[in-house]
T-cell receptor, first 112, second 112 residues
Framework: NAGVTQTPKFRVLKTGQSMTLLCAQDMNHEYMYWYRQDPGMGLRLIHYSVGEGTTAKGEVPDGYNVSRLKKQNFLLGLESAAPSQTSVYFC???????????FGPGTRLTVT | KNQVEQSPQSLIILEGKNCTLQCNYTVSPFSNLRWYKQDTGRGPVSLTIMTFSENTKSNGRYTATLDADTKQSSLHITASQLSDSASYICVVSNQAGTALIFGKGTTLSVSS
């Protein structure tokens, strides 16, 4: 039981490049979330999904897109990376709404 | 405005000593309050979740208290260990897991 895994662990992008972050969970959780964590700030929700095939915007969705084609996977895309998107990205999942959230190990993204 | 404030921002204690971290919130409506531990370079790990009706909850050497009237919570760590060195994050839910309000965290350093 791996829990929540994230790929890649580190990435450096140039401004304007695109990339996709992959999150996978093996706990059969319905809900999945993408957060970003910046120095001196609390985690902020980017997008979330309440089930396979669904996505919704969180607090800071601009510049990101997501997809949940399979229940166990939640993808976060950056179409045209900007330096302001330099951050640590965490994926999380929960069995149902407002239940305990389990976090992945994070992806450290630097945009130059 | 929904906010979660934690104090102190950082704390240094000697191994074996006890410490208490504080969390004040202005979130309304209130659903539950969570404490997470985040080791450097890792994702947050849940320590406790408390609902309105719970005023204390323990997880090993960690004991969380909640006063819903004054909107305050504390996390008490007993007989600290070097492995307790981490950031401790207070999180409040206002009825949905997709609406968590994260504090900025307290960084605890335990020295020998």
């Amino acid at each position: 039981n791996a829990g929540v895994t994230q790929t890649p662990k580190f990435r450096v992008l140039k401004t304007g490049q695109s990339m996709t972050l992959l999150c996978a969970q093996d706990m059969n959780h319905e809900y999945m979330y993408w957060y970003r964590q910046d120095p001196g700030m609390g985690l902020r929700l980017i997008h979330y999904s309440v089930g396979e095939g669904t996505t919704a915007k969180g607090e800071v969705p601009d510049g990101y897109n997501v997809s949940r084609l399979k229940k166990q996977n939640f993808l976060l895309g950056l179409e045209s990376a900007a330096p302001s998107q330099t951050s640590v990205y965490f994926c999380a999942s929960s069995l149902r709404d407002n239940y305990e959230q389990y976090f992945g190990p994070g992806t450290r993204l630097t945009v130059t | 405005k929904n906010q979660v404030e934690q104090s102190p921002q950082s704390l240094i204690i000697l191994e074996g000593k006890n410490c208490t971290l504080q969390c004040n919130y202005t979130v309304s409506p209130f659903s539950n309050l969570r404490w997470y531990k985040q080791d450097t370079g890792r994702g947050p790990v849940s320590l406790t979740i408390m609902t309105f009706s719970e005023n204390t909850k323990s997880n090993g050497r960690y004991t969380a208290t909640l006063d819903a009237d004054t909107k305050q919570s504390s996390l008490h760590i007993t007989a600290s260990q070097l492995s307790d060195s981490a950031s401790y994050i207070c999180v409040v839910s206002n009825q949905a897991g997709t609406a968590l309000i994260f504090g900025k965290g307290t960084t605890l350093s335990v020295s020998s």
